[in-house]
């Protein structure tokens, strides 16, 4: 059972523009919410992250939104460069140092 | 400073055969995590361990997969009668408490 769900695979983007990548959870347990970035053959790097006590948090070109209503979360970045092309998951956990439940990720591609 | 390690970068075995992962975190981590990927899906968890206990490990899939951090800093995972289903990309991620997971480049196992 999929908790941490990123419907759309693929998302292709023109540079300058916004990117914005979806999530959905199903848990409404979850209380802490954060943002992959993966290049291949690599590790997944920690990109922003946002507790439910806050609907918003804003790092540099990025920007993470959350809707605990409609448990929703969503990753903008602004403007999108050729280099912010990798693929990008969203994670959800509950309590401190639990595990993090991952959605399947969006691959964004930046067309110069 | 430096991230976090895993070695071997690749490891392929023969089905039937044991192997050993191993993690090293970053230093002063108390927080250690193993996740498996299979190709186009996320990381799925496998273990916690917080400090040298496993404080979880609900996500190991069977008595086959086996896991130590016997000083609390390393950490080995241990796949004894590998089968070709184990084949996947193994993540080991570290973390202080309530912070972000910053994970490995990952260990990719290849069972023949």
């Known amino acids: 059972d999929q908790q941490v769900k990123q419907n759309s695979p693929s998302l292709s983007v023109q540079e300058g523009r916004i990117s914005i990548l979806n999530c959905d959870y199903t848990?409404?347990?979850?209380?802490?919410f954060l943002w992959y970035k993966k290049y291949p053959a690599e590790g997944p790097t920690f990109l922003i992250s946002i507790s439910s006590i806050k609907d918003k948090n804003e790092d540099g070109r990025f920007t993470v939104f959350l809707n605990k209503s409609a448990k929703h979360l969503s990753l903008h970045i602004v403007p999108s460069q050729p280099g912010d092309s990798a693929v990008y998951f969203c994670a959800a956990s509950w309590k401190t140092g639990n595990q993090f439940y991952f959605g399947t990720g969006t691959s964004l591609t930046v067309i110069p | 400073g430096a991230g976090v390690s895993q070695t071997p970068s690749n490891k392929v075995t023969e089905k039937g055969k044991y192997v050993e992962l191993r993690c090293d975190p970053i230093?002063?981590?108390?927080?250690l995590y193993w996740y498996r990927q299979s190709l186009g899906q996320g990381p799925e968890f496998l273990i916690y361990?917080?400090?040298?206990?496993?404080?979880?490990d609900s996500g190991l899939p069977n008595d086959r997969f086996f896991a130590v951090r016997p000083e609390g800093s390393v950490s080995t995972l241990k796949i004894q009668r590998t089968e070709r289903g184990d084949s996947a990309v193994y993540l080991c991620a570290s973390s202080i408490a309530g912070g972000p997971q910053h994970f490995g480049p990952g260990t990719r196992l290849l069972v023949l």
């Open positions: 230093s002063g981590h108390t927080a």
């Open positions: 361990f917080q400090g040298t206990g496993a404080a979880d």
């Open positions: 848990n409404s347990m979850f209380d802490y």
